[in-house]
């Protein structure tokens, strides 16, 4: 039975957003029809100030992660993770991860519990308010790992800023310093200025080979 992979994430402090509702289900439209291939469900805002999507495969995870985080800003996520089977449907043409169960809902559930309390910790990386991510699957060996490196991840990603989150997306896409100086009007040295500021190379490296691992899990 194939694992499937669930990311909910809660919006930080959402009360401080004017419209936020209708801001929040903007930016979900734009990230929906961007990751339209790796999503089993789209991210759907429930709760008020929750966002929940079941990924087609969990390989996609690292990906994802950040196109939320990209398409969502300024809002601030705390991001809780699932990996595990979901109950049985006949196809996802019209299904609301919201409306649907299983071992990944619980992990997920349990994974932005744990990271809520250890946010209340003093004694932990996890400081209170901060954007983060937690995974929880029944590998302990695939937690421990993810778990630690989203720790040094998600200390690097927070404090990127608009320009080098545009400049960077930009890149990924374009995939040359000069397409993305001629799409911003700027050089092709404060692109790479940007990119090398934001440690965009050390996030490449990471995720392709987080991708790398979650792929030998799915095996």
């Not at 499937?4 to 959402?14: E, G, M, P, Q, R």
């Not at 809780?80 to 997920?108: R, T």
């Not at 934001?198 to 691992?213: C, D, P, T």
């Amino acid at each position: 039975m194939q694992p499937f992979c669930v990311i909910t994430a809660d919006i930080i402090k959402s009360r401080k957003y004017l419209n936020a509702k209708e801001e929040i289900n903007n930016k979900l439209d734009q990230l929906n029809k961007k990751l339209k291939n790796e999503l089993f469900t789209s991210f759907v805002l429930s709760r008020g100030d929750e966002i929940q999507a079941v990924l087609n495969n969990i390989e996609f995870l690292p990906e994802v992660i950040r196109n939320v985080r990209y398409y969502c800003r300024p809002f601030q996520l705390r991001l809780g993770v699932g990996i595990g089977y979901i109950e049985a449907i006949l196809d996802n043409q019209n299904h609301n991860s919201w409306d649907m169960n299983g071992q990944a809902f619980y992990l997920a559930r349990d994974a932005m519990d744990t990271l809520n309390k250890l946010q209340r910790k003093h004694s932990t990386p996890y400081k209170k308010h901060y954007p983060a991510t937690y995974l929880w699957s029944m590998n302990e060996a695939l937690n421990l790992s993810l778990n630690s490196i989203y720790i040094l991840v998600d200390s690097i990603i927070r404090n990127w800023n608009d320009e080098q989150w545009e400049t960077i997306m930009l890149y990924e896409s374009l995939g040359t310093y000069e397409l993305v100086s001629r799409q911003l009007s700027i050089s092709k040295s404060a692109v790479q200025q940007r990119c090398d500021l934001a440690n965009w190379r050390s996030i490449v490296a990471v995720e392709k080979n987080l991708k790398g691992l979650l792929q030998r899990c799915n095996d």
